[in-house]
């Protein structure tokens, strides 16, 4: 069975910091392309970071650039993704990511989101 599972959420201050896993399990993540996303009360779901197995880089939304740092950690089958300098509206559902392959390739796993509150 393949799942992803993250975790690390919480309610923080803002300027706190806090600092999300994602664990898979059923499945090897070396060969995956690994996204973090978000999604607020009433938006849409958001890109917020990724990183590639191939040689690791990595990508920011805008808005967490400088502040959010994703790492992945392929001997512990995780995904990590550090938030520093925590604003309410980095408020969300952090979901991880899973892809293989082509975008249309069926290797596609999401996990089941962790909360994050950041409060003013």
């Known amino acids: 069975q393949v799942h992803l599972v993250e975790s690390g959420g919480g309610l923080v201050q803002s300027g706190g910091s806090l600092r999300l896993s994602c664990v898979a399990s059923g499945f090897t993540l070396d060969y995956y392309a690994i996204g973090w996303f978000r999604q607020a009360p009433g938006k849409e779901r958001e890109g917020v970071s990724c990183i590639s197995y191939r040689d690791g880089s990595t990508n920011y939304a805008d808005s967490v650039k400088g502040r959010f740092t994703i790492s992945r950690d392929n001997a512990k089958n995780t995904v990590y993704l550090q938030m520093n300098s925590l604003k309410p509206e980095d408020t969300a559902v952090y979901y991880c990511?899973?892809?293989?392959?082509?975008?249309?390739?069926?290797?596609?796993?999401w996990g089941q989101g962790t909360q994050v509150t950041v409060s003013s």
């Open positions: 990511n899973a892809h293989l392959g082509s975008p249309f390739s069926p290797y596609d796993y």
